[in-house]
Nanobody, 121 residues
Framework: QVQLVESGGGLVQAGGSLRLSCAAS????????MGWFRQSPGKEREFLAS????????SYADSVKGRFTISRDNAKNTVYLQMNSLKPEDTAVYYC??????????????WGQGTQVTVSS
């Protein structure tokens, strides 16, 4: 049974930084691409970033490109999202997801429970 557990969310002032973590268990982590998404009230879930099984290929949504960085540590079964220059509009619940394949682009088979990020102005 695959489990994804996010952590690192919280309250931060605009312009600040947070690093989210997502610890995975249940199947061989290094075999699968990973991604981060977010959802705020009244909006659809939004893709943010993804990384391939070996960390060499990544992609970003335009809304976070240059501010957020996705990375992974296969030895720790963990994927990270470093978020810099945060804006109030980044306020949302952030989710990690695991791809069906070693690459990225979906479909996304498993999801975490989410962690809240709130950016104050």
């Amino acid at each position: 049974q695959v489990q994804l557990v996010e952590s690192g969310g919280g309250l931060v002032q605009a312009g600040g930084s947070l690093r989210l973590s997502c610890a995975a268990s249940g199947r061989t982590f290094s075999n699968y691409g990973m991604g981060w998404f977010r959802q705020s009230p009244g909006k659809e879930r939004e893709f943010l970033a993804s990384v391939s099984w070996n960390g060499r290929n990544s992609s970003y949504a335009d809304s976070v490109k240059g501010r957020f960085t996705i990375s992974r540590d296969n030895a720790k079964n963990t994927v990270y999202l470093q978020m810099n220059s945060l804006k109030p509009e980044d306020t949302a619940v952030y989710y990690c997801a695991q791809d069906r394949t070693a690459w990225v682009g979906g479909p996304w088979d498993y999801w975490g429970q989410g962690t809240q990020v709130t950016v104050s102005s």
